[in-house]
C-alpha cells in the first residue's frame, strides 16, 4: 500500500538550532517525492521536490531509497519558519498525491 | 491575476441537505483535485481529474460528486450519504505530470 508517515505531530525548537522534519513512504515504484507547507493564513504551497535538488529558503531534503525516507533539513531554524509541514508521495501515473498527516515546526526565540 | 479560487469559505449545512463547493482555477491546468483536511489525519483525496467531463475517485469518495465540464472548474458535491461532511476542504490544481499543486484557500464546512 501506498503510503506517508510523518511520526512527529510536533516539533518545537530554538531560534538558530537545526531541524529534521522526518518522513517515510512505502511504495512499490519509482518514488515522486514533495514538501509542502503551510503557513498561518496562508494556503498550502509547494516547498520543495525531490527531482528538482534544490534548497528553498535554507531547507534541503535528500531520498533515500533505502531507508524509504525523504526528511526535511534546515542547519539554523528561523522563527519565520514556524508553520505546518506535509510530506506529499507522487503516485501513478495521474501524479496524484498522497500526503502524510503533517508536522507543526515551532520555532521559539 | 492568476490563481485558484474556493467558494464560499464557511459554509453551514442542515441534515440531509446536499451543498456544493465551488473551484475555480485560471492557470490553465489540466488535473484538478479535491482534499479532504482533519486534524491529525493530513490531507485525503476525494475525486480527481485529468481532462474535462472525466473524473476518478480518490480514497474517500464514498458520499461525495463531482462533474468537470469545463477545464476551469471542478464543484464538489457533499451529499447527504456523506456520514461525516463537518470539514475543511481543500481544491488544488496543476500541470499534468508535475505534482507541483495550487491549492485554494479553502472551504471549511459545518453540520448544523
Known amino acids: 500500500a501506498q503510503r506517508v508517515t510523518q511520526p512527529e505531530k510536533l516539533l518545537s525548537v530554538f531560534k538558530g538550532a537545526p531541524v529534521e522534519l522526518k518522513c517515510n513512504y512505502s511504495y512499490s515504484g519509482s518514488p515522486e517525492l514533495f514538501w509542502y507547507v503551510q503557513y498561518s493564513r496562508q494556503r498550502l504551497q509547494l516547498l520543495l521536490r525531490?527531482?528538482s535538488r534544490e534548497s528553498i529558503k535554507g531547507f534541503t531534503a535528500d531520498l533515500n531509497k533505502g531507508e524509504t525516507s525523504f526528511h526535511l533539513k534546515k542547519p539554523f531554524a528561523q522563527e519565520e519558519d514556524s508553520a505546518m509541514y506535509y510530506c506529499a508521495l507522487g503516485s501513478g501515473g495521474y501524479n496524484k498525491l498522497i500526503f502524510g498527516a503533517g508536522t507543526r515546526l515551532a520555532v521559539h526565540p | 491575476d492568476g490563481g485558484i479560487t474556493q467558494s464560499p469559505k464557511y459554509l453551514f449545512r442542515k441534515e440531509g441537505q446536499n451543498v456544493t463547493l465551488s473551484c475555480e482555477q485560471n492557470l490553465n491546468h489540466d488535473a484538478m483535485y479535491w482534499y479532504r483536511q482533519d486534524p491529525g489525519q493530513g490531507l485525503r483525496l476525494i475525486y480527481y481529474?485529468?481532462?474535462?467531463?472525466?473524473?476518478q475517485k480518490g480514497d474517500i469518495a464514498e458520499g461525495y460528486s463531482v462533474s468537470r465540464e469545463k477545464k476551469e472548474s471542478f464543484p464538489l458535491t457533499v451529499t447527504s450519504a456523506q456520514k461525516n461532511p463537518t470539514a475543511f476542504y481543500l481544491c488544488a490544481s496543476s500541470i499534468q505530470a508535475s505534482g507541483g499543486y495550487t491549492f485554494g484557500s479553502g472551504t471549511r464546512l459545518t453540520v448544523v
Open positions: 525531490h527531482i
Open positions: 481529474s485529468q481532462i474535462v467531463n472525466d473524473f
